[in-house]
């Protein structure tokens, strides 16, 4: 089993509307990142959150460490956020290393 | 102030060549980590050092190594190249090895092995 699982693999939505992205993870963490990575691979850094809700513009990031679970939410969503979306958590102990999901691929049309 | 700045970014070597890749962190940044991400995957943790020291290793073959310099820039080095280490390759730099600092991340060198 993976350690830290996103869904969906891919989102086709239409501009507007109000878009998901879940991640699961099944070990203990200190921090838990949402990043966004366009075509031609640069990665961008959304949020990094230890607990509770972070917004940013259109962008909400919660998580709830209990049910080791967090969400990003995309408000009012527009063909620029087609992207990846991954989320990565850094684990308590051992390497100080970022554990990456799979990634989101959202694409939003016009 | 520039980002995190990587070289090449892009790359074309042969089976059994050896490559090189460079990563400058930002300015203040003394914590330089690799990734690879194969695509259609999610990045794949290689290595990070701090403060010119390896603090952690992925599950690599031998054949990968890097170092950190004076000035906190990196290089990753692979050897005897095979077509799997096709991938892009991601360096990201923070400010300390721990704690609640987040990662700024390059735009990476992809590497194709033919």
């Known amino acids: 089993k993976n350690e830290v699982e996103q869904s969906p693999q891919n989102l086709t939505a239409q501009e507007g509307e109000f878009i998901t992205i879940n991640c699961s993870y099944s070990?203990?963490?200190?921090?838990l990142h949402w990043l966004q990575q366009h075509p031609g691979g640069g990665i961008v850094s959304l949020f990094m959150?230890?607990?509770g809700k972070k917004k940013h513009g259109r962008l909400i990031a919660t998580i709830n460490i209990q049910e080791k679970h967090s969400s990003l939410h995309i408000t009012a969503s527009h063909p620029r956020d087609s992207a990846v979306y991954i989320c990565?958590?850094?684990?308590?102990?051992?390497?100080?290393?970022?554990?990456f999901g799979q990634g989101t691929r959202l694409t939003i049309n016009p | 102030d520039t980002g995190v700045t990587q070289s090449p970014t892009h790359l074309i070597k042969t089976r059994g060549q050896q490559v090189t890749l460079r990563c400058s962190p930002i300015?203040?940044?003394?914590?330089v980590s690799w990734y690879q991400q194969v695509l259609g995957q999610g990045p794949q943790f290689i290595f990070q050092?701090?403060?010119?020291?390896?603090?952690g290793r992925g599950n690599f073959p031998d054949r990968f190594s890097a170092r950190q310099f004076p000035n906190y820039s990196s290089e990753l080095n692979v050897n005897a190249l095979l077509l799997g280490d096709s991938a892009l390759y991601l360096c990201?730099?923070?400010?300390?090895?721990?704690?609640?600092?987040?990662?700024?991340f390059g735009s990476g060198t992809r590497l194709t092995v033919v």
């Open positions: 990201a730099s923070s400010r300390v090895s721990a704690g609640g600092f987040g990662y700024t």
């Open positions: 070990v203990g963490i200190s921090a």
């Open positions: 959150l230890s607990s």
């Open positions: 990565a958590f850094r684990v308590i102990q051992g390497a100080q290393k970022l554990v």
């Open positions: 300015s203040g940044h003394k914590s």
């Open positions: 050092y701090y403060e010119k020291e390896e603090r």
